[in-house]
C-alpha cells in the first residue's frame, strides 16, 4: 500500500500531501520525519537523483525534482523498486504539465493539473496508472482510448 505522497518546497513547505492509511494522529509525524531526512540529505542531491530509506517496516523513496521534493512512503508491495516507479511517473507528469523541471511558482500556477494528474496516478493506496499518456489524456478530461 502507498502510505504517503508529500511534494515540498526548498524550504519544507508542504505543496501536496496525501496519506492513505495513516491516522490523522500519526500524520504529524511523518510530515516532520520526511521533512527532516528530506533537510539532511537533499542539499547537494542532483535533479532526480533518488534516495531511499527505511523506517518503521516501511520504505521511503524520495527525490528533489527542480525545486520540489517528492517524498514517498510505501509498505508491502510498494518495496522501494515499486516507490521509486511510482516517483518516475510523478516526475515525468510534473515535467509534462510544467514543461520542465519546476519552480516553485512554476509548480503552484500548475497546482490543479499536477493535482488531477497525480489522482489519476494511485488512488487510495494504489497505484491506478504508470502510461504517461494515458495520465495526460486523462488530465485533458478526454476518455481514454485503446490504441
Given amino acids: 500500500m502507498l502510505l504517503a505522497v508529500l511534494i515540498t518546497n526548498p524550504e519544507g513547505n508542504v505543496l501536496i500531501e496525501r496519506f492513505n492509511g495513516v491516522a ?43 525545486d520540489v521534493s517528492i517524498f514517498t512512503v510505501g509498505k508491502e508491495d510498494y518495496d522501494e523498486l515499486g516507490l521509486s516507479e511510482i516517483v518516475r511517473v510523478i516526475t515525468t507528469c510534473i515535467k509534462d504539465v510544467c514543461g520542465k523541471p519546476p519552480s516553485e511558482r512554476r509548480f503552484l500556477d500548475k497546482y490543479g493539473r499536477i493535482c488531477l494528474s497525480l489522482d489519476e496516478i494511485f488512488w487510495k493506496g494504489l497505484m491506478e496508472t504508470n502510461d504517461r499518456d494515458r495520465v495526460r489524456r486523462l488530465v485533458k478530461l478526454k476518455p481514454p482510448t485503446e490504441l
Fill in 24 to 66: 490523522t494522529e500519526e500524520r504529524s509525524h511523518w510530515r516532520s520525519f520526511l521533512l527532516k531526512l528530506g533537510a539532511e540529505n537533499l542539499k547537494a542531491a542532483k535533479n532526480e537523483e533518488l534516495f531511499v530509506a527505511h523506517h518503521k517496516s516501511v520504505f521511503i523513496v524520495y527525490t528533489m525534482f527542480g
